[in-house]
């Protein structure tokens, strides 16, 4: 499997013991527009993240097609009339990386 990492500010937290989120991350295009993504990323033990908090992150990529549906499970059609789906990214097997902290009083 391929390997990812990936930096972004945690906007879900979700698992029975914490071991899943969602990570939204912000990015320029080729052009400079300003794009963002969201990946659902799994750990293999509960990670103690917090909404909000900006991680950086490695794991294993996957994706999913996924269809659009409603609340009652009937498909959603997009702008052209056909049923509309979109590409689920997740990373199994998170790892969060150290990033060193700055130094707030240093000797000098």
């Known amino acids: 499997m391929a390997q990812v990492k990936v930096k972004g500010k945690v906007v879900k ?3 029975a013991s914490n071991q899943g989120l ?3 991350e912000s990015y320029k295009g080729q052009t400079g527009e300003d794009y963002s993504r969201t990946w659902t990323v799994w750990f293999t033990l509960a990670h ?3 909404l909000d908090s900006e991680i ?3 794991g294993q990529f996957s994706n999913k097609i996924e269809a659009w549906v409603d609340l009652a499970g009937n ?3 997009d702008r052209t009339g056909k ?3 979109s590409i689920k ?3 199994n097997n998170a790892v969060l990386v150290e990033v060193p902290k ?3 009083n240093a000797p000098f």
Request: glycine share 12%; no cysteine; aromatic share 4%.
């Open 13 to 15: 937290v979700f698992g």
């Open 83 to 85: 049923p509309g789906q």
């Open 75 to 77: 498909p959603v059609m």
């Open 89 to 91: 990214l997740t990373i």
């Open 22 to 24: 969602d990570l939204l």
């Open 102 to 104: 700055p130094v707030e």
């Open 56 to 58: 950086t992150l490695t």
């Open 48 to 50: 103690g993240q917090t």
